[in-house]
Nanobody
Framework: QVQLVESGGGLVQAGGSLRLSCAASGSIFRLLAMGWYRQAPGKQREMVAGITSGGNRNYADSVKGRFTISRDNAKNTMYLQMNSLKAEDTGVYYC???????????WGQGTQVTVSS
């Protein structure tokens, strides 16, 4: 099983940027479709961006044009560049396999993103 560790969160003002990282263990990472998920306070966890093993990307409407997902298979790492952050982007961000419905297992501790308005 792939183990995942998220990092890069923090407190930022609205309009600012953050770059999240997801470090994965195991050689199968490069074969997996991966996603970034967000859990806002009082809300269900949702996927905001996904990337296939071949590099095809998809985004939730709420982040299109502002977030960019990428991966470096040589480093077993996935990234989420977040620009033009809004208060509603606040939440804990997790990485995991890109599955529908969302995965039940394999979750890390996540990284907190707080956007002040």
């Amino acid at each position: 099983q792939v183990q995942l560790v998220e990092s890069g969160g923090g407190l930022v003002q609205a309009g600012g940027s953050l770059r999240l990282s997801c470090a994965a263990s195991g050689s199968i990472f490069r074969l997996l479709a991966m996603g970034w998920y967000r859990q806002a306070p009082g809300k269900q966890r949702e996927m905001v961006a996904g990337i296939t093993s071949g590099g095809n990307r998809n985004y939730a409407d709420s982040v299109k044009g502002r977030f960019t997902i990428s991966r470096d298979n040589a480093k077993n790492t996935m990234y989420l560049q977040m620009n033009s952050l809004k208060a509603e982007d606040t939440g804990v961000y997790y990485c995991n396999r890109m599955l529908t419905p969302i995965p039940i297992t394999g979750w890390g501790q996540g990284t907190q993103v707080t956007v002040s308005s």
